[in-house]
């Protein structure tokens, strides 16, 4: 069975556009922002770049990524996500899914915590198969292998502000059962590894298992076995499978027998099967839930690593919503990550300074696999629901966390993910994947309804002061302020991706025209749009920007406007702006777009103390999008 990170570093180093191309793709890229007579100056700008200090930035790149295989990885973090200093789930690093599971659960007052159990079990399982790497992996249409590297961040990791720049605190683990040939293969002590060359290996076998009792050998050395022994051993020389009494493992001056490992396995499998387990350390096996502002602990795993059962789980929830019943709603610290960084940081280190059991507290939620907001509010309809998860009151949330399950009072259902460490394309499938598990369970746990003696979840209580609660009332105050400003409308088309393919449409082609559409419709003016493509083909990778505002879209926006214009000519200005962002979406996905490589010769110059090359303050640069200036984002239509 493939392991779901087994192919990470076989994976192509991230490739380095040509500064041709680059260049070529930003000029076309611009043309539909400007004026003439400003296209005519930056073009100029472009050609004194590409000549000049463009080319030397571009080979001092050319350096960095022929000695990292990704050269792009921490540079992104830092300049996209850990810079900046507004607050998270208004600046854009948050975003939220409703579970849509209404069809098998409609909204029902006295279903949540029974509800949530199942959901959670769920959740646990996919945490599961990424810790014991049996997550499938992931492939491009064209069958290339993904990088599965991000999923490493789902569970377990956090963001933690900085008074200048944040970082990203990642405590998951992989842990996995190992199959005998493994399992075998590193019961081999260091003494039996080192025996020299010129041991007969019928010695070897003699000398490991003389003082056990005599058993033959039925083993079956398979290909499986020497592919599997290849894996953990990269320097094997040579591998015969002519002989099966006898068959050699050459690494350097050490030789083994494939037989000698079968047959020690034969005397000692029962004690290395179960305990032989490849680990990357401890990973931690703990959730944080909020309800009314209180915080709880609990461990949701047994004493034999194995994931509580649904009622177990709802055993342990049902007991933090009693404990707060009677308690009342207090203003939460969670609160404080929605203030802006520099301010939540500075709130944070004076925490930290308080009491050392604050300290433990946040050690605590910034390692839990994930939190779980148990919440007083009910949410009746998609809308709704994906509302109050992308924000609701404050109190319920943890901004910072990659992973917030929330759980509506009425037993509805949402979650909120700090993409900083994930792109969303890996959030989406693992909602979906749950809404698929929840969907053909019919809402039921089926499994035991027996609940094990279990220790009462621990309650977490920040010691705060005068300074931490005004502080809070700040946050509380701004936070309404920020949330009334933000509009979420969500409509379903009477179509769907299929029907558009009936038709040889691309549904991500047919989004974007219809974005640019509707916006030139209203504005009379071309929006610069931001899409993401996947570059997930190369070792490490995450996006790369699709400039889906093309000259090609603006050409048959205007004949939509324009009466004058015959329908059948309309019909080949769509196809050709649908062919032209189709090329775009194809070169980003294989790293050949412009704005990363324009991001990394820009830092290029930061570090190097050069100054700020004219192309970066030339106008058009912002008008066409650059340093974030993207009227739409469009993020998630590129994975149609």
């Not at 998951?172 to 080192?194: H, I, N, P, V, W």
């Not at 759980?407 to 792109?423: P, R």
Request: net charge neutral; proline share 5%.
């Amino acid at each position: 069975m493939q392991r779901t990170f087994q192919f990470e570093e076989d994976l192509p180093s991230l490739p380095v556009p040509s500064l041709q191309h680059t260049l070529t793709r930003y000029i076309e890229s611009v043309k539909p922002h400007v004026s003439l007579a400003e296209l005519e100056r930056t073009t100029n700008i472009v050609k004194e770049f590409g000549n000049g200090i463009g080319k030397t930035l571009h080979e001092t790149l050319l350096k960095k990524a022929s000695t990292e295989k990704n050269w792009l990885e921490n540079w992104w973090e830092n300049s996209a996500y850990l810079s900046a200093r507004g607050s998270k789930p208004f600046g854009g690093a948050n975003v939220a899914f409703a579970i849509l599971v209404m069809n098998v659960w409609p909204p029902k007052k006295g279903t949540q915590v029974e509800r949530c159990a199942l959901i959670l079990w769920n959740v646990l399982k996919y945490w599961q198969s990424i810790h014991e790497e049996t997550l499938p992996l992931e492939t491009s249409r064209d069958k290339s292998i993904f990088s599965m590297h991000q999923y490493r961040s789902m569970f377990s990791s956090s963001v933690v502000p900085g008074i200048e720049m944040d970082t990203i605190t990642r405590h998951f683990k992989t842990g996995r059962k190992m199959d005998q040939d493994e399992a075998c293969l590193r019961s081999q002590t260091k003494e039996d590894r080192a025996l020299p060359r010129s041991h007969s290996l019928l010695n070897v076998v003699g000398s490991k298992i003389k003082a056990r009792p005599s058993q033959p050998f039925t083993g079956k050395v398979t290909k499986a076995s020497v592919a599997t022994f290849e894996r953990l051993s990269p320097s094997v020389e040579s591998v015969s499978l002519c002989d099966m009494t006898e068959v050699p493992l050459l690494l350097g001056d050490q030789s083994f027998c494939y037989q000698c490992l079968y047959t020690a396995y034969s005397h000692w499998g029962a004690d290395i099967d179960a305990e032989y387990r490849e680990k990357e350390g401890n990973c931690p096996d703990h959730i944080i839930v909020l309800r009314k502002g209180h915080f709880y602990r609990f461990t949701v795993t047994d004493d034999d690593g194995n994931i509580l059962s649904a009622p177990e789980l709802q055993r342990q929830l049902q007991y933090i919503k009693d404990t707060c019943e009677n308690k009342p709603t207090i203003p939460s610290v969670g609160i404080l990550t929605a203030l802006d960084r520099t301010p939540w940081a500075q709130a944070r280190i004076h925490l930290r300074k308080l009491n050392r059991h604050n300290i433990s507290i946040f050690n605590d939620i910034e390692s839990s696999l994930l939190i779980l907001s148990l919440e007083e509010i009910s949410a009746d309809t998609r809308q709704a629901a994906c509302e109050k998860s992308l924000f609701g009151n404050g109190h319920g949330r943890w901004f910072d966390k990659c992973y917030t399950l929330i759980s509506f009072e009425n037993g509805t259902f949402g979650v909120n993910f700090d993409h900083s460490v994930m792109d969303g394309i890996c959030l989406v499938n693992h909602v979906s994947h749950t809404t698929e598990q929840i969907i053909s369970q019919d809402g039921i746990w089926k499994g035991s309804t027996n609940v094990r003696e279990l220790p009462d979840p621990q309650e977490l209580m920040f010691i705060v002061d005068d300074d931490i609660t005004k502080t809070i009332s700040k946050a509380e105050e701004q936070y309404r302020n920020d949330a009334d400003n933000v509009e979420l409308t969500i409509k379903v088309t009477p179509f769907d991706r299929d029907v558009l393919k009936t038709k040889q449409i691309h549904p991500d082609a047919f989004m974007q025209l219809a974005l640019h559409y509707t916006y030139y419709k209203m504005y009379n003016r071309p929006a610069p749009t931001y899409e993401t493509a996947t570059t997930r083909k190369f070792y490490h990778g995450r996006t790369e920007t699709v400039r889906t505002c093309t000259i090609e879209a603006i050409q048959w926006c205007k004949a939509m406007l324009d009466d004058n214009i015959k329908p059948s000519d309309r019909l080949q200005l769509f196809k050709k702006a649908s062919d032209k962002q189709m090329q775009l979406m194809n070169e980003c996905v294989n790293n050949d777009g412009c704005d990363r490589h324009l991001l990394g010769l820009q830092l290029i110059a930061s570090e190097s103390k050069i100054p700020l090359p004219e192309l970066y303050k030339d106008p058009s640069y912002i008008k066409s999008g650059g340093n974030g200036n993207f009227i739409l984002s469009t993020s998630l239509t590129g994975y149609l």
